[in-house]
């Protein structure tokens, strides 16, 4: 199974992102995904994720209401449109994805992970 994360960049506090999280070299119709992020001298921390039933999602209380998540199943791959962004939102961001939950949660205890992607936010 491969993850392969993409989308980051330098914006400008109050400017947008999408971030891309594309999985590949599995055949199931249910994984979950989820987005994490790391920002310098601080623990990781689960933004949002992305069940594979429909509506189920979980977003962090410091990206509610400016973070959206959704999902192509035919293309497997997971979007996290980041809207308003802060210069605190600078980290970067990882996705994770996993066949074996009842459920997506933002815990780390994901089996697949994919590649960071650099997000950084001017003041």
């Known amino acids: 199974v491969q993850v392969q994360a993409s989308g980051g960049g330098l914006v400008q506090s109050g400017g947008s992102l999408r971030l891309s999280c594309k999985a590949s070299?599995?055949?199931?119709?249910?994984?979950?995904m989820a987005w994490f992020r790391q920002a310098p001298g601080k623990e990781r921390e689960g933004v949002s994720c992305?069940?594979?039933?429909?509506?189920?999602?979980l977003y962090a209380d410091s990206v509610k209401g400016r973070f959206t998540i959704s999902r192509d199943n035919a293309r497997n791959t997971v979007y996290l449109q980041m809207n308003s962004l802060k210069p605190e939102d600078t980290a970067v961001y990882y996705c994770?994805?996993?066949?074996?939950?009842?459920?997506?949660?933002?815990?780390?205890?994901?089996?697949?992970w994919g590649q960071g992607t650099q997000v950084t936010v001017s003041s």
């Open positions: 994770a994805t996993d066949f074996e939950k009842r459920s997506c949660d933002l815990g780390s205890n994901w089996d697949y």
């Open positions: 070299g599995f055949n199931s119709r249910y994984w979950h």
């Open positions: 992305v069940g594979s039933s429909v509506g189920s999602t």
